[in-house]
């Protein structure tokens, strides 16, 4: 009777896992409970595997696996892989099954399932492939390489055990390793020839190593607005930093990556300096760029002494700013000096004398010194006006005091002498039909457009709304490195603008995540600009989410309105802070954590001392691994609250209710009586049959039986068997060692394949698919080869 209702409630847990009716730690628990009511395990032995050494090594695992990832150690194990990741999809597999294979040889299955984890689903991510694609070929290289010295796996060391403890010669620590290194090189071709055709294309679930939800660029259409940019030789923007070059205010593109000699840095900062051959990714319209490329735009002309000309119709003077001028509390972009009083400011002084540095984000006051350029109509009306008042013209040469007296957008640049150039607009330009304020040669290129001439008639300092026709003449005026700057960026083109582009753009210190400003927020009305939002919080605006549409270009001008959603790329230490600031609300609370780099030698330490404590039996790996992981939260390696959520709870309570279903098939008899009968039948078909039904019952067996409470069940049949039949006893205790631990038909027979199910959406069944065939594969390498390797 207790076999029938054993029976029975196998078969039930097994139909309801395959079909997937329910949650799989929904079935562990029916499990559980039904081997409790009917008496099949006591009291005791059905709570037992809530203590069981397993379950605290896998939760204690998934603390340490946490630490390794929080402290960025995982990411510098798994950051060789990521050199694949253009590959196609067979070199993905080879090399990930492979470095999980050699791991595994020297470090616990699970542990190299925990450490390879994070690796992969990033490697998934730059790849653009679903993690379901490689997921599970990595569970498999672990599962596969495991079995390659004595010490590596639990059914190895017991097997071992079970000889000496019979008196027999123990298996040496290489004994593994022929079959094993044979079963891994056939495991590896056929997932790579078949296997992986079998492999799901499944979305990852909720996980605390799963992505949350699609990436927040997908409805910013992020991946076509990235493209990348090659700095010709003997470009004017060598040697310039990256705010000096003016990729960023003339093209309004967003610079998120330079690649030079084959290195990729990410975020880079404002300071860092271009060279010739880089290639320079960025975010943006790339019809920006197109705009200004090729000289047919501008082409330069002689000046014809136009300067001049432009010189005696000007005056160059210094007011003040009234103390009821309208300009108070204004900066420079909002004066409207030059848009609507055609007056230029050259440079700014405060009322102690000191020059303004960053004149567009000084708020004027009274008593402020302004160095105008202009007609002097013109002046004369901004003090009519109440504007500024104590102009006084300067008594030096006008051209002269342009070129000594003019600071704004020079800075202390050896070259920043003003100059003129004139520039005719060729039909065909792109800038024939634009008014001045959108053709970007003022605030973005730091040239002033001083006058056109058009029609033999000079218009003097024109208005920012001033439409440029084809033909017209324009005199620039600007220091040798604005009209250098120019000219570079006119030579530049578009290198490569592809969609894979924007899998490159993140780490585990950088990310792309969206930001919203919340409903308390003060920032309202201000623009990014005027908040300095770069040098403010370190991160670059790539776009602006507001009433159903995003917003790419102007970002600087736009002033922020509450329900803004803005797409930011930058350090996670610099989200990690806005996450913090009561203005903004992140969305991705995963991309707000900053990798604490400083405890990665002590994750490091901690992990090692694990691996090495279980290695050489200093301590029960179980035992280890919980000291590793209470060390891990004790020296701030990861918080605790962050150790709850890094345990895959559903894992546990899988395994916990499951394991007392091993006790109930021991203390009935089933799995001896089962393989006893099943060699009875087959005994005389000779040593590799023998082989061949042992393996098949065993294998059978981890299904739903702890691998290492099976080989201690299966020992004895295996040594007896041996001793009736007089053949190697060496030979059937490999036999269970090795399929105990070619348990790959099920998620329920290793730690290893629950451990990727949740973050590769897997269901019961796609395990079935892959690894039926891989265990017959096993099978039939184990009884073509443990002959040969341990004669009868």
């Known amino acids: 009777m207790d076999l029938l209702i054993l029976t029975t409630i196998i078969a039930a847990a097994l139909v309801v896992f395959i079909a997937g009716w329910l949650r799989v730690d929904l079935v562990g628990l029916m499990v559980l409970s039904a081997l409790a009511l009917t008496g099949l395990v006591s009291p005791q032995d059905a709570l037992a595997g809530f203590s069981s050494p397993a379950v605290v090594t896998v939760w204690a695992m998934f603390i ?125 071709v056929f997932v790579v020839l078949l296997g992986r055709h079998m492999l799901p294309r499944h979305q990852p679930g909720k996980s605390s190593t799963a992505p949350q939800g699609s990436s927040p660029g997908a409805s910013y259409e992020m991946e076509t607005h990235i493209f990348s940019i090659r700095i010709p030789p003997d470009s004017p923007l060598d040697g310039r930093t990256l705010a000096d070059s003016r990729i960023g205010s003339a093209l309004y593109l967003t610079v998120v990556a330079l690649q030079r000699k084959g290195t990729l840095m990410l975020a880079p900062r404002a300071t860092d300096v271009l060279q010739a051959g880089d290639t320079v990714i960025v975010h943006g319209q790339p019809e920006q760029l197109q705009r200004f490329h090729g000289r047919h735009h501008l082409r330069v002309e002689p000046l014809h002494h136009l300067d001049t000309l432009f010189c005696e119709r000007v005056v160059v003077a210094e007011g003040e700013i009234a103390k009821n001028s309208p300009l108070v509390g204004k900066t420079l972009s909002q004066s409207g000096l030059r848009r609507e009083h055609r007056v230029q400011v050259l440079r700014m002084r405060t009322i102690e004398g000191k020059t303004v540095q960053h004149p567009n984000h000084h708020s004027f006051i009274p008593g402020d010194r302004l160095l105008l350029q202009g007609e002097q109509d013109a002046l004369n009306t901004l003090v009519d006006q109440g504007i500024v008042m104590n102009i006084a013209p300067l008594q030096a040469a006008p051209l002269k005091d342009l070129r000594e007296n003019s600071t704004i957008g020079q800075g202390d640049d050896p070259d920043s002498d003003v100059h003129f150039l004139a520039v005719r607009v060729p039909e065909g330009s792109a800038l024939a039909g634009r008014d ?64 894979e582009l924007s899998r490159e753009l993140e780490s585990q210190q950088v990310t792309v995540t969206e930001v919203l400003l919340s409903p308390r927020t003060t920032l309202a009305g201000k ?49 990690e802070a806005i996450a913090r600031n009561p203005d903004f609300l992140v969305l991705d609370q995963a991309a707000a954590q900053a990798p604490r780099l400083e405890k990665a030698p002590l994750a490091a330490v901690i992990m090692l001392s694990v691996v ?126 090795m399929s105990a631990s070619s348990s790959f038909a099920s998620p329920l027979s290793h730690p290893a394949h629950l451990l990727v199910m949740s973050p590769g959406g897997y269901r019961f069944v796609d395990y079935m698919k892959l690894g039926v065939p891989l265990t017959l594969l096993s099978m039939l390498l184990c009884v073509w080869l443990l002959p040969i390797l341990f004669p009868v």
């Open 64 to 188: 340490l696996s946490a630490g390794l990832t929080r402290t960025g150690v995982a990411d510098q194990l798994g950051r060789p892989l990521q050199r694949f990741a253009k590959s196609s999809e067979a070199v993905l597999i080879i090399a990930l099954m492979a470095a999980a294979s050699l791991l595994s040889a020297l470090i616990n299955t699970v542990t190299v399932a925990a450490i390879l984890l994070p690796a992969t689903m990033e490697l998934a991510r730059r790849s653009g492939r679903p993690p379901s694609r490689l997921l599970m070929p990595m569970a498999l290289g672990c599962l596969l390489g495991g079995p390659f010295t004595g010490i590596s796996t639990p059914p190895n060391i017991l097997a071992t055990d079970a000889l000496r403890n019979a008196g027999l010669a123990p298996f040496a620590l290489l004994d593994f390793t022929p079959v094993t290194g044979a079963i891994v090189a056939a495991g590896i």
């Open 436 to 499: 001045l304020m959108e053709s970007r040669l003022g605030n973005a290129f730091g040239l002033t457009v001083v006058s056109i001439l058009r029609d033999d008639t000079m218009v003097c300092m024109p208005a920012s709304k001033e439409v440029v026709q084809a033909g017209d003449l324009l005199v620039l005026q600007g220091t040798d490195r604005d009209l250098e700057l120019l000219s570079g960026l006119q030579e530049l083109t578009i290198a490569e603008q592809n969609p």
């Open 527 to 575: 623009t990014l600009a005027e908040l300095m939002f770069r040098d403010q919080y370190g991160v670059n605006v790539l776009a602006v989410w507001r009433k159903g549409r995003a917003y790419r270009t102007g970002l600087q001008e736009l002033p922020l309105q509450f329900g803004d959603a803005l797409l930011v790329y930058g350090p996670r230490s610099s989200l």
């Open 612 to 737: 090495l404590s279980a290695i050489f039996g200093l301590l029960p790996i179980a035992i280890a691994a919980l000291v590793g992981s209470t060390l891990m939260v004790l020296l701030k390696c990861l918080s605790m609250d962050e150790a709850y959520q890094a345990i895959e709870w559903k894992v546990i309570f899988l395994i916990a209710c499951m394991l007392p279903l091993g006790v109930a098939v021991e203390n009935t008899g089933a799995a001896q009586k089962g393989a006893e009968a099943l060699i009875a039948v087959i005994g005389d078909l000779g040593p590799r049959w023998v082989v061949a039904a042992l393996f098949l019952v065993t294998v059978l067996g981890t299904q739903v039986i702890p691998t290492a409470a099976l080989v201690v069940l299966m020992a004895p049949v295996a040594l007896t068997t041996a001793e009736t039949m007089a053949i190697s006893p060496q030979l059937l205790m490999m036999t269970v060692a």
